[in-house]
């Protein structure tokens, strides 16, 4: 189930929301004001992935950068050598 956090644009509170089902349409208001305008926040550490777990393969980090902007990183292990 996702969690998506969420910025208001009315009082600048932060608070997350929990989708059961992602094709549901569901109404989000401020617990704060109870305003309806939002901003979807990506959050910066719950987003770090790797895939892999021998060493010889490759790590794949994916990390977000910026609130609607994802960066990918891939780490090669002994790439080098
Ligand atoms: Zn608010």
Do not use: W
Request: charged residues 25%; contains cysteine.
């Amino acid at each position: 189930m996702p969690i998506f956090e969420f910025r208001c644009l009315d009082c600048g509170e932060l608070f997350e929301k929990l989708f059961i089902n992602s094709n549901e349409e569901v109404d989000i208001e401020c617990p704060e004001c109870s305003g309806k305008s939002f901003e979807r926040v990506v959050s910066r550490t719950s987003h770090v992935m790797a895939i892999g777990a021998g060493a010889s393969k490759p790590k794949i980090t994916t990390k977000s950068c910026a609130p609607g902007n994802q960066c990918t990183t891939i780490d090669l292990p002994g790439y080098s050598k």
